[in-house]
């Protein structure tokens, strides 16, 4: 359980100095929806914001410095803003329940001597009482410093008053996550269940000639990143309780365009294979042979449906090889899915007018490159006029399609 209310972000590409949502630092935002779709024009920071969430993903599978050269980030130079020589600072603002006060993870990576990227600082804090300061339950600065064992306590920010027990932490290596570290470890729960939460994340770059791949038998319970694996998760569902599979493709095939039925057919080596029946023909096709938008949709559709869901989903531009009616019934698909609590969260980005009409102005984010290059983020409801038309029944989509924003 858990999402995020806000996040800060600095000196990462063109993302100077942005904030979405309620950060510790911006309390008089309102937080994040469960549904945030960031829009804009092409070069703006859209695809970069995806990929600060992709490069926290990765700083906790590989040290930062692998982070940094991985999926083509050219190294921490090539990441860190043009012009600037302060470390790159990543906020994140999150809260487990509605019941339990957020907690800030701050981190802060930089050069060091030798000239390699490393975690300058890495903190996790949060406000025991009702009232009073927030408290530090991880500090680190170049992979020394405490934590506090167990799910309360903590030093204040202030003061420095101690509550609870406080270990001395040095880690052998200062370019590895902290939190990966002692979020393996039962005494610190609260680092654990925020590890947890940050490994739950799924960031979905799904290509459909991935998706045709027939792999062996293997059944998986999530879909990878590029879907290549579609079959395996389908062949785990089936396994795992085929009733429920049954229902799961029975929604979802009335929700693709001239599909009228999905069966699962078990191959002799265990492998399940999906057979598509589409309206017209007497026979089955199999996914290989699925036009891209079909298999599109309905890996979307099937991430939605998960049993034991990822509790963040980034997706990249879900317009792209999809008719476009089809994007205001996704849209509407995935907000019902992620509801208001804290099961959920998920965040797009796209250019589709036709997705953001199914939005309120509160979902959408518009990012702009300012005079000096860099990107500003905008609530679409803070614009003016916005709100007042859209309480009038005009579509947030239409507006910007108007010019009204962004």
């Known amino acids: 359980m858990g999402k995020i209310e806000g996040i800060s972000i600095k000196n990462y590409g063109s993302l100077k100095n942005i904030t979405l949502g309620k950060t510790r630092s911006h309390q008089a935002n309102k937080p994040l929806s469960n549904m945030t779709t960031i829009i804009g024009p092409s070069g703006n920071g859209k695809s970069t ?25 050219g190294g921490f130079e090539q990441i860190r803003s043009q012009g600037v020589e302060e470390p790159i600072m990543i906020e994140l603002y999150y809260r487990e329940s509605s019941n339990t006060r957020p907690i800030t993870y701050e981190l802060s990576i930089d050069l060091d001597k030798s000239g390699r990227p490393f975690v300058k600082e890495e903190r996790l804090r949060q406000r025991v009482e009702r009232r009073g300061g927030p408290k530090s339950f991880l500090h680190l600065q170049n992979g020394v410093g405490y934590a506090f064992e167990g799910s309360i306590g903590g030093q204040d920010d202030k003061t420095g008053t101690v509550d609870g027990t406080k270990v001395p932490v040095e880690l052998s290596d200062n370019r590895k996550l902290g939190i990966v570290t002692l979020g393996a470890m039962k005494q610190y729960s609260r680092i654990e269940r925020f590890l947890k939460f940050l490994q739950s ?61 999905i069966e699962p057919l078990k191959m002799p080596n265990g492998q399940i294979v999906l057979q598509f029946w589409e309206k017209g023909f007497k026979e089955p096709f199999f996914s290989p042979k699925m036009s891209d938008g079909t298999l599109k949709l309905f890996a979307y559709y099937l991430l939605l449906h998960e049993n034991n869901p990822r ?59 300012g005079k000096d290059g860099f990107s500003t983020a905008k609530r679409a409801s803070e614009y003016e006029f916005v709100k007042e038309l859209t309480s009038e029944g005009v579509f947030v989509g239409d507006l910007w399609y108007d010019k009204y924003f962004g």
């Open 201 to 261: 994340w799924y960031l979905c770059y799904f290509t459909p000639d991935a998706a045709r791949r027939i792999q062996t038998s293997a059944p998986q319970p999530y879909l990878d990143r590029i879907g290549s694996n579609l079959n395996n998760v389908a062949q785990y569902m089936y396994r795992e309780n085929k009733a429920a599979f049954l229902k799961t493709l029975h929604d979802i095939q009335n929700k693709l365009p001239g599909i009228e039925k």
């Open 311 to 369: 509790q963040l989903v980034f997706i990249e531009e879900p317009e792209n090889g999809l008719y476009h009616h089809y994007l205001g019934d996704l849209a509407e698909e995935m907000k019902k899915n992620v509801g208001n609590g804290f099961s959920k969260q998920l965040f797009v980005t796209t250019h589709s007018p036709f997705f953001v009409n199914s939005l309120t102005s509160d979902e959408v984010w518009v990012l702009q490159k």
């Open 49 to 73: 914001i995806a990929d600060v969430f992709g490069f926290i993903a990765d700083c906790l599978d590989m040290d930062v410095e692998a982070a940094c050269d991985a999926n083509n980030r």
